[in-house]
């Protein structure tokens, strides 16, 4: 079958043309600002050009030249003094007229011709200079797109570091490397939880394995010890895993928010723990009052357990002390656990927070906890939009502040 002769032509002319030429430049930030430019540039040069056109023509005209002559009329006594013109010279002011009036529509016309080749050629000028500029412009960007393209996980301690004045490529290349800098905090943070968890969930298991062992080579060792140590040890690993998942829970925010008392989750956790108060021998203290907010009931029970656990178990060996007080303000609800006991210093206070940390010795006696006490605490703080403050005692012990926003008062 015979091919249609346009067909033809439009298939021989997509062959013979080159392959980058039928693409159109990609719309980069650059071409669309030259291209900003050099529209706005011919636009108000048309709409000058079209203002000093009109007005030159409403402003400019040809004056009319009257000559004077000898009148053939009347010459009677009563005649007009005032010579007339003959029809001969105003058939010559017509002429004049007409020609004057050509030769300005002409220089009008002209004008505005050259007018319009001087806008094209400095239209092409401000493009070219558009583009130019727009490339200085955009110079810190790409460099910040290059250093940015590099980093990597490898490298995040690098920065963009961008120099120049303060605007707003310069604002932007600092807030850029200000979340570089958590991001590498954040990493960093994981990296050492993960190695940590590691560490304590690997020491349950080696126990274990050591008393299967143990137990093993020795038929007749008593197997009510065994298990009770193997309950132990289990009871512990479990506690951990517990505690691995409440905090990644926190992290995520995975959790339905509610009107709760903090107040009253302060005085779950105290009745909850005054066993092991009385055990210990340490006296609690409370000041509680009404403190509305917004956020998971549970979570926030942990977090007051967490607190008062901490303060009964971190204490003097004999007559300690823990206070419980809760407050509220206009816009923030306060809990703060307060207690006795050794002298802390500065250095390790700022550390207390950090997963698997402990203030002392790496294992106490039971109730020691897993050194996720004071981390889930300052997960679940930051969770509901808080701030967790530890503060030495200057008399020894530890200081404990949370605040959360508080519930907005019913309309």
Do not use: C
């Amino acid at each position: 079958m015979d091919r249609a002769p346009g067909l033809s032509v439009r298939l021989s002319l997509t062959r013979l043309t080159p392959r980058r030429m039928l693409h159109l430049p990609s719309p980069t930030v650059r071409l669309r600002l030259t291209l900003l430019y050099g529209g706005l540039f011919l636009v108000s040069g048309v709409a000058l050009l079209a203002t000093t056109y009109l007005l030159f023509r409403s402003g400019t005209g040809v004056d009319l030249i009257v000559p004077t002559g000898t009148s053939h009329g009347s010459t009677s006594p009563g005649a007009h003094n005032d010579a007339l013109p003959s029809p001969d010279a105003i058939r010559q002011v017509r002429q004049m007229y007409a020609a004057a009036v050509a030769r300005n529509t002409h220089g009008l016309h002209q004008g505005l011709i050259q007018s319009g080749i001087a806008l094209a050629i400095m239209t092409a000028v401000s493009i070219a200079l558009g583009w130019l500029v727009a490339g200085r412009v955009l110079r810190p960007l790409r460099t910040m797109t290059a250093t940015t393209r590099q980093i990597s996980e490898r490298n995040l301690h690098k920065r963009l570091a961008l120099s120049g004045p303060r605007d707003e490529l310069k604002d932007l290349a600092d807030t850029i490397d200000g979340l570089l800098a958590r991001l590498e905090a954040h990493v960093a943070e994981q990296e050492r939880f993960a190695a940590n968890a590691s560490h304590e969930l690997r020491t349950p298991l080696a126990v274990t394995q050591t008393l299967l062992d143990v137990a093993r080579s020795d038929p007749n060792r008593d197997d009510g010890e065994l298990v009770e140590r193997l309950h132990a040890v289990n009871t512990r690993a479990i506690d951990l895993t517990e505690a691995l998942l409440l905090l990644s829970r926190a992290d995520r925010r995975s959790f339905t928010r509610e009107d709760v008392d903090l107040s009253l989750m302060a005085e779950e956790a105290i009745e909850t723990l005054v066993p092991l108060a009385e055990e210990r021998g340490v006296t609690i203290e409370t000041s509680v009052e009404t403190t509305p907010t917004i956020g998971s009931r549970a979570l926030l029970l942990q977090l007051s357990t967490n607190l008062v656990h901490n303060a009964i178990v971190h204490n003097l060996p004999d007559q300690g002390t823990v206070w419980v007080a809760t407050g509220a303000r206009r816009d923030v609800v306060e809990l703060t656990v307060e207690n006795t006991g050794e002298t802390v210093g500065p250095q390790i206070v700022s550390t207390l927070a950090e997963p698997f940390l402990r203030g002392d010795e790496r294992v106490r006696a039971d109730h020691a906890g897993v050194g996720l006490g004071l981390a889930i605490v300052e997960r679940i703080t930051r969770a509901h939009d808080g701030t967790l403050t530890l503060t030495p005692r200057a008399a020894g012990g530890l200081r404990v502040t949370v605040r959360i926003p508080a519930a907005s008062p019913p309309r």
